[in-house]
C-alpha cells in the first residue's frame, strides 16, 4: 500500500451492498469531484461551507437553503449518498456545491487553506463503538486542531452527536482547546438538536427513531 494510501485509508462502506438504479453519467461526473479536481477551491472573500459526512446530502441542501449565497462543499466516501446528492443539485440547478468524493482528511490537508473556512457542519459521525476501533472517529484531538488553521475568526463548528462515549471525547476535546474555541450553547436548553433550525438528516431520523437523545454543540472560533 503507498504511503498516502495508507494515510488516507478510509473504513465503513463507499457503496450500498445493493445495487442501485443511479446512472452515473457525464453530468453527475461535474458535480462530484475527486482530490484532482481544479473545482475544489474556496476564496476567502466568500462564504465558505464545509459539510463533512454529508451522506445523502440532507444536511448540504438545508444548508443550502440557510445560506443561499455561500460556496459549499459537500464531502463524503459514500458514492451512492453523493450520487443521490448530485441528482438534487442538478434537477434544483444549483452551482454553489461541490461534492468530494473521498476522506475529509485529505481533502483539508491538499485542497483547503487556511483561513477560509466560516462554518464546517459534521453531523452523526459514525460512533465505531468497540474500544478497538476507537481510533477511526473522525473527531479526535488532532483533526480539530487541525480544522482550527482552517476556520476563519468567529467561523463555527457544528457537531451532532447521539453516542455517550463520543460525546465524552468531544467534550474532552473541546475542554483542551476552550482557548481557541469558545463552546456557545453550553446551557442544557441548547444542547437539544432543534430540528426545526437543524438538518432532519438520516441520522437524525434513525437517533430518533431508536430514542437516542441527539446532542447538538456550537464552537466559535476566537
Ligand atoms: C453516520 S453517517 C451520517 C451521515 C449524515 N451526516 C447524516 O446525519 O445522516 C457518517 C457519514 O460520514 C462519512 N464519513 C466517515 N468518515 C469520513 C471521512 N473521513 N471522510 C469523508 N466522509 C466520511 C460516512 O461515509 C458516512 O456517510
Same mark, same amino acid.
Not at 29 to 48: C, Q, W
Not at 199 to 218: C, E
Given at each position: 500500500?503507498?504511503?498516502?494510501?495508507?494515510?488516507?485509508?478510509?473504513?465503513?462502506?463507499?457503496?450500498?451492498?445493493?445495487?442501485?438504479?443511479?446512472?452515473?453519467?457525464?453530468?453527475?461526473?461535474?458535480?462530484?469531484?475527486?482530490?484532482?479536481?481544479?473545482?475544489?477551491?474556496?476564496?476567502?472573500?466568500?462564504?465558505?461551507?464545509?459539510?463533512?459526512?454529508?451522506?445523502?446530502?440532507?444536511?448540504?441542501?438545508?444548508?443550502?437553503?440557510?445560506?443561499?449565497?455561500?460556496?459549499?462543499?459537500?464531502?463524503?466516501?459514500?458514492?451512492?449518498?453523493?450520487?443521490? =446528492?448530485?441528482?438534487?443539485?442538478?434537477? *434544483? @440547478? #444549483?452551482? %454553489?456545491? /461541490?461534492?468530494? $468524493? &473521498?476522506?475529509?482528511?485529505?481533502? !483539508?490537508?491538499?485542497?483547503?487553506?487556511?483561513?477560509?473556512?466560516?462554518?464546517?457542519?459534521?453531523?452523526?459521525?459514525?460512533?465505531?463503538?468497540?474500544?478497538?476501533?476507537?481510533?477511526?472517529? =473522525?473527531?479526535?484531538?488532532?483533526?480539530? *486542531? @487541525? #480544522?482550527? %488553521?482552517? /476556520?476563519?475568526? $468567529? &467561523?463555527?463548528?457544528?457537531?451532532? !452527536?447521539?453516542?455517550?462515549?463520543?460525546?465524552?471525547?468531544?467534550?474532552?476535546?473541546?475542554?483542551?482547546?476552550?482557548?481557541?474555541?469558545?463552546?456557545?450553547?453550553?446551557?442544557?436548553?441548547?444542547?437539544?438538536?432543534?430540528?426545526?433550525?437543524?438538518?432532519?438528516?438520516?441520522?437524525?431520523?434513525?437517533?430518533?427513531?431508536?430514542?437516542?437523545?441527539?446532542?447538538?454543540?456550537?464552537?466559535?472560533?476566537?
Amino acid at each position: 500500500m503507498s504511503k498516502n494510501l495508507f494515510k488516507y485509508r478510509m473504513y465503513g462502506r463507499r457503496q450500498a451492498r445493493k445495487k442501485n438504479n443511479f446512472n452515473t453519467n457525464n453530468k453527475e461526473k461535474n458535480v462530484i469531484e475527486d482530490i484532482n479536481s481544479k473545482k475544489i477551491k474556496f476564496l476567502k472573500k466568500n462564504y465558505n461551507i464545509l459539510d463533512i459526512g454529508s451522506g445523502s446530502g440532507e444536511s448540504t441542501l438545508h444548508l443550502n437553503d440557510r445560506y443561499p449565497d455561500s460556496q459549499i462543499i459537500a464531502c463524503d466516501n459514500f458514492k451512492d449518498g453523493n450520487i443521490n =446528492l448530485s441528482n438534487k443539485i442538478l434537477s *434544483k @440547478k #444549483l452551482n %454553489n456545491i /461541490i461534492i468530494f $468524493n &473521498g476522506n475529509v482528511l485529505e481533502l !483539508i490537508d491538499k485542497k483547503i487553506k487556511e483561513d477560509t473556512l466560516d462554518s464546517v457542519w459534521i453531523l452523526f459521525p459514525d460512533p465505531w463503538p468497540k474500544k478497538r476501533h476507537s481510533k477511526r472517529r =473522525l473527531i479526535s484531538s488532532f483533526f480539530i *486542531k @487541525k #480544522l482550527s %488553521n482552517l /476556520i476563519k475568526k $468567529n &467561523g463555527h463548528i457544528h457537531i451532532a !452527536i447521539d453516542t455517550d462515549f463520543y460525546l465524552r471525547q468531544i467534550l474532552i476535546i473541546i475542554h483542551k482547546y476552550r482557548k481557541i474555541f469558545l463552546w456557545e450553547n453550553q446551557g442544557f436548553e441548547s444542547w437539544e438538536y432543534d430540528d426545526s433550525t437543524l438538518p432532519k438528516t438520516k441520522y437524525y431520523k434513525k437517533a430518533m427513531k431508536f430514542d437516542r437523545i441527539p446532542f447538538y454543540i456550537n464552537l466559535k472560533k476566537l
